[in-house]
T-cell receptor, first 114, second 109 residues
Framework: NAGVTQTPKFRVLKTGQSMTLLCAQD?????MYWYRQDPGMGLRLIHY???????AKGEVPDGYNVSRLKKQNFLLGLESAAPSQTSVYFC?????????????FGPGTRLTVL | GQSLEQPSEVTAVEGAIVQINCTYQ??????LSWYQQHDGGAPTFLSY????GLEETGRFSSFLSRSDSYGYLLLQELQMKDSASYFC??????????FGAGTTVTVRA
């Protein structure tokens, strides 16, 4: 099993450009999450999904949109990138039957917005 | 909202014991988790406490006191590979975790 994978690993954008980050998991997990991590800060929840076709807002959702059309994929979109969105983005997932106690993380996407 | 406090840095020598404290304020508390992150890579799960007391997993132990809104991670017999960032996280409401800012542990020979 590959676990949780993220595409791309690195990306540089100009202000105003758009992009989509892809997260894929092959563990048949129901729940998936997008976090951002900034220097000196912990992970902050952007959006999450509790199943195919569902999404919900986390702590810092502004400027981002998400979709979960397939159970194994969770997409994070930036419609008009801003320098404040320069960050490392982590995707995570967990199965329903573990009571959300352990989340499995992808390797991260390092995004720079100029 | 949720807030968690943990020390920013800890330095210790190989073989020593390190305790990382975490205090939290949250509504709807379900439990306290600990994650390890090496060099900005993928965080990995270490432990979870839902009830008061000590949970032991090899060289690592985690403690929770719900009445004090306090927990700690204990790293024993420190090894160089334990140099990493450690995050406490509270599970609040359904499905969601809120993370502390992290503690950087540096192990010296």
């Amino acid at each position: 099993n590959a676990g949780v994978t993220q595409t791309p690993k690195f990306r540089v954008l100009k202000t105003g450009q758009s992009m989509t980050l892809l997260c894929a998991q092959d563990m048949n997990h129901e729940y998936m999450y997008w976090y951002r991590q900034d220097p000196g800060m912990g992970l902050r929840l952007i959006h999450y999904s509790v199943g195919e076709g569902t999404t919900a807002k986390g702590e810092v959702p502004d400027g981002y949109n998400v979709s979960r059309l397939k159970k194994q994929n969770f997409l994070l979109g930036l419609e008009s990138a801003a320098p404040s969105q320069t960050s490392v983005y982590f995707c995570a997932s967990n199965p329903r039957d573990r009571g959300y106690n352990e989340q499995f993380f992808g390797p991260g996407t390092r995004l720079t917005v100029l | 909202g949720q807030s968690l406090e943990q020390p920013s840095e800890v330095t210790a020598v190989e073989g020593a014991i390190v305790q990382i404290n975490c205090t939290y304020q949250t509504s709807g508390f379900y439990g306290l988790s600990w994650y390890q992150q090496h060099d900005g890579g993928a965080p990995t799960f270490l432990s979870y406490n839902a009830l008061d007391g000590l949970e032991e997993t090899g060289r690592f132990s985690s403690f929770l006191s719900r009445s004090d809104s306090y927990g700690y991670l204990l790293l024993q017999e420190l090894q160089m590979k334990d140099s990493a960032s450690y995050f406490c996280a509270v599970r609040f409401g359904d499905y969601k975790l809120s993370f502390g800012a992290g503690t950087t542990v540096t192990v010296r020979a």
